[in-house]
């Protein structure tokens, strides 16, 4: 059968995992990820991540009229070259605080994450959201969705509920920090490499110290992916309401 000859020999397979795990690492370095628990779950997204590509390249390639093995290793080299590109330069574009910084930061994303964000903006559209808030912060795109005080990462774009938007249209910089450290994770590890190492073995490890599957508790139990973004969200609700704790 042609689709045995799709999958990847096991040696390159290993060697793909192993450049995953390098890259998520070097992601999670890149992006000040305070947490050993929260590194090692960012290098098993790399490894997840650069699996799903040699896969996806493998099963791609023969309707392109390709040899699968080529395909893997072209599919590999774009991913691990996205996840370098994103990781070295987003963190530096977030921070820059300008609007062209900003829109080359939300590019790399969504080249990173093509389905979740596309997927998150028409999705926005269909549902009606515009001429209501939307806002580009830290190279990630904030849009309104419904009501409440939440907010989902889809890639570059963030579901954002009306009630994290001020007077003026903005979304608290303590905020945009979380949810575009979420964005550049994606962008890091890849939205196939991200999303399932999130809901399956951050979850799980969340679940397993009984704590919120999406979020952390002050005690530190959670999700890992969420560790650096929620100390950095509640080290400044202290700084700005004299040390109550968020
Ligand atoms: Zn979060």
Redo the contacts with the bound molecule.
């Keep these: 059968m042609a689709s045995a000859l799709a999958i990847p020999p096991s040696s390159l397979v290993v060697e793909a995992c192993a450049l995953g795990v390098l890259l998520g690492l070097f992601g999670a370095w890149r992006n000040r990820v305070r947490f050993v628990d929260e590194a090692l779950v960012w290098a098993a997204g790399g490894a997840f991540g650069a699996a799903v590509a040699l896969a996806a390249g493998a099963a791609l390639a023969p309707r392109l009229g390709a040899a699968p093995a080529a395909g893997s290793t072209l599919a590999l080299v774009l991913w691990g070259a996205g996840s370098l590109l994103a990781s070295s330069l987003t963190p530096a574009l977030d921070r820059a605080g300008r609007i062209a910084p900003s829109l080359g930061s939300f590019a790399l994303k969504w080249l990173q994450s093509p389905f979740f964000t596309s997927a998150g903006l028409l999705a926005a559209l269909l549902l009606s959201t515009w001429g209501r808030h939307a806002r580009l912060a830290r190279g990630t795109l904030f849009i309104e969705v419904g009501r409440g005080a939440a907010?989902l990462?889809l890639g570059a774009v963030i579901w954002t509920r009306g009630g994290l938007f001020d007077d003026r249209g903005r979304v608290p910089d303590v905020w945009v920090r979380?949810?575009a450290?979420?964005a550049r994770t994606v962008a890091a590890l890849g939205e196939w490499g991200f999303y399932p190492t999130y809901v399956i073995v951050g979850a799980a490890m969340a679940l397993a110290r009984r704590g919120p599957w999406?979020?952390v508790t002050t005690a530190g139990r959670g999700n890992p992916?969420?560790k650096t973004?929620?100390a950095e969200h509640r080290g400044w609700q202290r700084r700005r309401s004299s040390g109550t704790a968020g």
Excluded: I, K, V
């Design positions: 907010a990462t979380h949810e450290l979420h999406n979020a992916f969420e973004a929620y």
